[in-house]
């Protein structure tokens, strides 16, 4: 006999009978309890679990026997609805129920949520929030599971932004061809009404994961470039890279490139990006690989940019699925893009595929290219030729949209470098001799300006990719602007260097060029925060105490959350890109000076690493302002090496290295560093303070700027630095200005008359920074009271009212 038990059940008991060839061929089966089940050859067990088998006789001999496991009956899982929620709501239940009648055990997946029970609790964040339902089965049922998913919001949202730009009024960069950032005094304060919105693209590594650069297949031929003999091209339609990223050949759900792509959007004060959905295909596990990580900077106070979409094959249809999978459960709902108090999309709304319900719910304007913009109103254009049309409501004359591109297509010709109506000639390599200026691009956003809307779209981000053609046009002769074959191969919207539209750096080429033209222009368009002013000299102590920094402005900011690593499988599966260099996250830096020193302070989000460690903490000073001296513009370094937790160095730049070290204090706590500076030190002895400088933690080797751009962190990002610009501390009695400002008598125990030779307001400052006296409005002359004030040494500041700012130091005894 047989004793066989499956999981927890009673056992049942085979009695055997009939042998063939050592295997029973029948017999009774019976239940724990004897009854009568059926005969050998029926029964089955309907479980997959752990099943035990117990086979004797009197003498313990073993026998073989066939026990029968046949499917289980399958079953489904389906949850009550649940709506979105907001971070206040309370505990709420939820519920889901097997189709078995059996009972469901739910847990959290992911999200900002908590579960006891079926009782789901918020933590306070915004987010999507999975839950998975459970039924584990049994001897009948299979086992089945499912998800549920709603999103937690904030109380108010659509288009609230979580932050501003203000931590970036006192960054200023040179590109990499010597062109300037434009500054506050140039662009002006922040304009209202003023949107910046950038194509975007989410298909890398959807639709093939074998890379073919197209440049560097051209060049491996250079007698006939476009030539379909050579074997390096992949398949007619496989998908080719028309260069290599900065990123490298990457896959768009990439964490770590997404973050990167929307820092330095936000960074350009990008409103919105419009996903590129135009071939029917929504990408939406990408899109909310994207939103996943938008909102994690949004809690760390990086105000990216909203999000909308782009439709035009099957648009209705496409419009329809996007609002059923994504927009009617409420999914990264603060993310979205709203005008004129609806979430926007761009589409077609004369499709008569979209429902009525659908159609209502959305803001929709057509976007194409070269629609009938001027004769047409609710066009929003996402390319058109210079000189642009501009998109219109009611009134044809009243702008509310223009499109700005970097380039149109290799077919017309229409590359980067093509402006004042025709294509420079094009070298045998396809690129021209201005492909790196941006002349196209420059040109079309001279027409924006002009025309100012309330809408610029940038075509645009992060395109990268086209599929491979063959040439099939007889009437037509000439390609990229050189001749071209029957049967060669060719790309319709990229090709190279010269013919694409992406603005996103390249790998080598023009690297990251066509970003700060864009940031430069889009300042010119929507005005900037002023700079914050430097605060009156003062004196600082290195005692780990670093209150009397709290007062001292600016602050120089920077992102939070820049050192995440790298782990993730590039466009080409076999490859993983990976990226450790991550380490202190820097987030704010601070500067002071008194007669002999300059001071300098920095704050990281978490705890320090080891002094120890390479490239820790390196802070750049360009004394000059000036690119062509120092490395890189920069002419000292501080912590290039530390002696100690207590002193550490700077150095020079001798033309080929670091050197001249000469000895500074540094006071070192848990997430905070001061130090400092001998202005003899730098040559700043009797000079004004006008500078430009950089912290960077683990760059790598300093071989050139590239180094801040992906390794490590760098306050501020990539080519960027700080721009200091201080007060002038005057010693003694001596005078900035004698025509300008009088204190008498100085040193001074009574009364104390400030004389200026305009109306002025008055500020007085003790020297940790403390105001001491403030004028109500402006004035020539001050009489003030100084008795009862602690002796000791005072700064004035007197500021006019074309906001000339002048100090001088006086004493009272």
């Given at each position: 006999?047989?004793?066989?038990?499956?999981?927890?059940?009673?056992?049942?008991?085979?009695?055997?009978?009939?042998?063939?060839?050592?295997?029973?061929?029948?017999?009774?089966?019976?239940?724990?309890?004897?009854?009568?089940?059926?005969?050998?050859?029926?029964?089955?067990?309907?479980?997959?679990?752990k099943?035990?088998?117990?086979?004797r006789?009197?003498t313990l001999?073993?026998?073989?026997?066939?026990?029968?496991?046949?499917e289980?009956?399958?079953?489904?899982?389906?949850?009550?609805?649940?709506?979105s929620?907001?971070v206040?709501?309370?505990?709420?239940?939820?519920?889901a129920?097997?189709?078995?009648?059996l009972?469901v055990?739910y847990?959290?997946v992911?999200?900002?949520a908590q579960?006891e029970?079926?009782?789901?609790?918020l933590?306070?964040?915004?987010?999507l929030?999975?839950?998975?339902?459970?039924?584990?089965?049994?001897?009948?049922?299979?086992?089945?599971?499912a998800k549920l998913?709603f999103?937690?919001?904030e109380?108010?949202?659509?288009?609230?932004p979580?932050?501003?730009?203000?931590?970036?009024?006192?960054?200023?960069?040179?590109?990499?061809?010597?062109?300037?950032m434009?500054t506050?005094?140039?662009?002006?304060?922040v304009?209202d009404?003023?949107t910046?919105?950038?194509?975007?693209y989410?298909w890398?590594?959807?639709?093939g994961d074998?890379?073919?650069?197209?440049?560097?297949?051209?060049?491996?031929?250079?007698?006939?470039?476009?030539?379909?003999?050579?074997?390096?091209w992949g398949?007619?339609?496989?998908?080719h890279?028309?260069g290599?990223?900065?990123?490298g050949?990457f896959?768009?759900e990439?964490?770590?490139?997404i973050?990167?792509?929307?820092?330095?959007?936000?960074?350009?004060r990008?409103?919105?990006?419009?996903?590129?959905?135009t071939?029917?295909?929504?990408?939406?596990?990408?899109?909310?690989?994207?939103?996943k990580?938008?909102?994690?900077?949004?809690l760390?106070g990086i105000?990216?940019p909203d999000?909308?979409?782009?439709t035009?094959?099957?648009?209705g249809?496409?419009m329809?699925?996007?609002?059923d999978?994504?927009?009617?459960?409420d999914?990264?709902?603060?993310?979205?893009?709203?005008w004129q108090?609806?979430p926007?999309?761009?589409?077609?709304e004369?499709d008569?595929?979209?429902?009525p319900?659908?159609?209502?719910?959305?803001?929709?304007?057509?976007s194409?290219?070269h629609?009938?913009?001027?004769?047409?109103?609710f066009?929003?254009?996402?390319?058109?030729?210079?000189?642009?049309d501009?998109?219109?409501?009611?009134?044809?004359?009243?702008?509310?949209q223009?499109t700005?591109?970097?380039?149109?297509?290799?077919?017309?010709?229409?590359?980067k470098?093509y402006?004042?109506?025709?294509?420079?000639t094009?070298?045998a390599d396809?690129?021209s001799?201005?492909?790196?200026?941006?002349?196209g691009?420059?040109?079309?956003w001279?027409?924006?300006?002009?025309?100012?809307p309330?809408?610029?779209?940038?075509?645009?981000?992060?395109?990268?990719?086209?599929?491979?053609?063959?040439?099939?046009?007889?009437?037509?002769?000439?390609?990229?602007g050189?001749p071209?074959s029957?049967?060669?191969?060719?790309?319709?919207?990229?090709l190279?260097v010269?013919?694409?539209?992406?603005i996103?750096?390249?790998?080598?080429?023009?690297?990251?060029?066509?970003?700060?033209?864009?940031?430069?222009?889009i300042?010119?368009?929507?005005?900037?925060?002023e700079p914050?002013?430097?605060s009156?000299?003062?004196?600082?102590?290195?005692?780990?105490?670093?209150?009397?920094?709290?007062?001292?402005t600016?602050?120089?900011?920077?992102p939070a959350?820049?050192?995440e690593?790298?782990d993730?499988?590039g466009?080409d599966k076999s490859?993983?890109?990976?990226?450790?260099?991550?380490?202190n996250?820097?987030v704010e830096?601070?500067?002071?000076?008194?007669?002999?020193?300059?001071y300098f302070?920095?704050?990281?989000?978490?705890?320090?690493?080891?002094?120890t460690?390479n490239?820790?903490?390196l802070?750049?000073i360009?004394?000059?302002?000036d690119l062509?001296?120092g490395?890189e513009g920069?002419?000292?370094?501080?912590?290039?090496?530390?002696?100690s937790?207590?002193?550490?160095?700077?150095?020079?730049?001798?033309g080929?290295?670091?050197?001249?070290?000469?000895?500074?204090?540094?006071?070192?706590?848990?997430r905070e560093?001061e130090?400092?500076?001998?202005?003899?030190a730098?040559?700043?002895?009797?000079?004004s303070?006008?500078?430009?400088?950089?912290?960077a933690d683990n760059?790598?080797?300093?071989?050139?700027?590239?180094?801040f751009f992906?390794?490590?962190?760098?306050?501020?990002?990539?080519?960027?630095?700080y721009?200091?610009?201080g007060?002038?501390?005057?010693?003694?009695n001596e005078?900035?200005?004698?025509s300008?400002?009088?204190?008498?008598p100085?040193?001074?125990d009574?009364?104390?008359?400030?004389?200026l030779?305009s109306?002025?307001?008055?500020?007085?400052?003790n020297?940790t920074?403390?105001?001491?006296y403030?004028?109500?409005?402006?004035n020539?002359?001050?009489e003030?009271?100084?008795?009862?004030?602690?002796?000791?040494?005072y700064?004035?500041?007197?500021?006019?009212?074309?906001?000339t700012?002048?100090?001088?130091?006086?004493?009272?005894?």
């Amino acid at each position: 006999m047989i004793y066989v038990f499956v999981n927890d059940e009673p056992h049942f008991l085979i009695q055997l009978s009939d042998k063939e060839n050592l295997t029973y061929t029948s017999g009774s089966v019976y239940d724990s309890e004897m009854d009568a089940l059926g005969s050998f050859a029926e029964r089955e067990v309907k479980e997959n679990g752990k099943v035990a088998i117990c086979q004797r006789n009197a003498t313990l001999r073993l026998f073989n026997a066939k026990v029968s496991n046949s499917e289980l009956l399958e079953q489904s899982i389906s949850f009550d609805p649940v709506d979105s929620k907001n971070v206040e709501d309370p505990p709420f239940e939820i519920n889901a129920t097997a189709s078995s009648g059996l009972p469901v055990t739910y847990s959290i997946v992911s999200g900002p949520a908590q579960i006891e029970g079926n009782i789901i609790s918020l933590t306070g964040q915004i987010g999507l929030v999975e839950v998975l339902a459970t039924q584990e089965g049994n001897t009948q049922y299979a086992a089945a599971s499912a998800k549920l998913t709603f999103y937690v919001g904030e109380v108010d949202s659509g288009n609230t932004p979580v932050a501003n730009h203000d931590y970036m009024s006192n960054w200023v960069v040179t590109d990499a061809l010597g062109r300037e950032m434009p500054t506050f005094d140039e662009v002006g304060p922040v304009r209202d009404n003023r949107t910046v919105g950038v194509f975007y693209y989410l298909w890398a590594g959807y639709h093939g994961d074998e890379v073919y650069d197209i440049s560097k297949i051209m060049e491996s031929n250079p007698s006939h470039p476009l030539s379909s003999d050579n074997p390096a091209w992949g398949a007619v339609n496989q998908f080719h890279w028309w260069g290599e990223s900065e990123y490298g050949y990457f896959r768009s759900e990439d964490p770590w490139v997404i973050r990167r792509d929307l820092q330095m959007l936000s960074n350009a004060r990008v409103d919105f990006i419009f996903f590129d959905v135009t071939n029917a295909v929504t990408y939406l596990e990408t899109v909310k690989e994207l939103c996943k990580v938008s909102l994690q900077m949004r809690l760390e106070g990086i105000p990216t940019p909203d999000i909308c979409f782009l439709t035009n094959a099957r648009s209705g249809q496409i419009m329809n699925e996007l609002y059923d999978e994504f927009y009617s459960k409420d999914l990264y709902k603060d993310l979205w893009f709203y005008w004129q108090f609806k979430p926007l999309i761009l589409g077609i709304e004369s499709d008569p595929d979209l429902r009525p319900e659908v159609r209502n719910f959305f803001k929709i304007r057509r976007s194409w290219a070269h629609t009938n913009t001027v004769n047409e109103p609710f066009h929003w254009q996402w390319l058109d030729k210079f000189p642009q049309d501009w998109g219109w409501v009611n009134d044809p004359n009243i702008p509310e949209q223009i499109t700005v591109s970097t380039a149109h297509h290799p077919e017309s010709p229409y590359g980067k470098s093509y402006h004042n109506g025709s294509q420079p000639t094009v070298n045998a390599d396809y690129t021209s001799s201005i492909t790196h200026e941006g002349k196209g691009f420059e040109e079309q956003w001279k027409r924006a300006l002009e025309v100012d809307p309330q809408v610029v779209m940038i075509t645009q981000w992060n395109e990268w990719l086209a599929q491979r053609k063959l040439w099939d046009n007889p009437s037509k002769t000439h390609y990229g602007g050189r001749p071209i074959s029957h049967g060669d191969t060719y790309f319709v919207d990229v090709l190279n260097v010269e013919f694409n539209r992406d603005i996103a750096p390249m790998k080598g080429g023009y690297t990251d060029s066509y970003y700060y033209q864009m940031m430069s222009n889009i300042l010119r368009y929507k005005g900037m925060d002023e700079p914050e002013a430097a605060s009156p000299p003062k004196t600082i102590t290195l005692d780990n105490d670093y209150s009397d920094w709290q007062d001292v402005t600016p602050s120089f900011g920077d992102p939070a959350g820049d050192v995440e690593h790298r782990d993730f499988m590039g466009y080409d599966k076999s490859v993983q890109y990976t990226n450790t260099t991550g380490r202190n996250d820097i987030v704010e830096s601070k500067v002071m000076s008194d007669d002999e020193n300059l001071y300098f302070y920095v704050r990281t989000n978490q705890a320090l690493t080891s002094s120890t460690d390479n490239f820790w903490m390196l802070l750049f000073i360009d004394v000059d302002r000036d690119l062509k001296t120092g490395w890189e513009g920069y002419d000292f370094v501080v912590n290039h090496s530390l002696n100690s937790a207590m002193e550490t160095t700077i150095k020079e730049w001798s033309g080929t290295e670091w050197g001249n070290a000469q000895q500074l204090s540094i006071s070192i706590s848990d997430r905070e560093i001061e130090l400092a500076i001998p202005r003899v030190a730098m040559g700043l002895e009797n000079s004004s303070l006008n500078f430009h400088f950089k912290w960077a933690d683990n760059p790598g080797e300093l071989n050139d700027e590239t180094t801040f751009f992906l390794n490590g962190d760098a306050a501020p990002d990539r080519r960027f630095r700080y721009h200091y610009k201080g007060q002038s501390l005057i010693t003694g009695n001596e005078k900035l200005n004698q025509s300008w400002i009088n204190a008498y008598p100085n040193p001074a125990d009574d009364k104390l008359q400030v004389t200026l030779t305009s109306k002025s307001y008055l500020i007085i400052y003790n020297l940790t920074g403390q105001i001491i006296y403030k004028s109500e409005k402006p004035n020539k002359v001050f009489e003030i009271n100084v008795d009862g004030w602690k002796k000791g040494t005072y700064v004035i500041q007197a500021r006019g009212q074309s906001n000339t700012v002048i100090t001088e130091k006086i004493i009272v005894e």
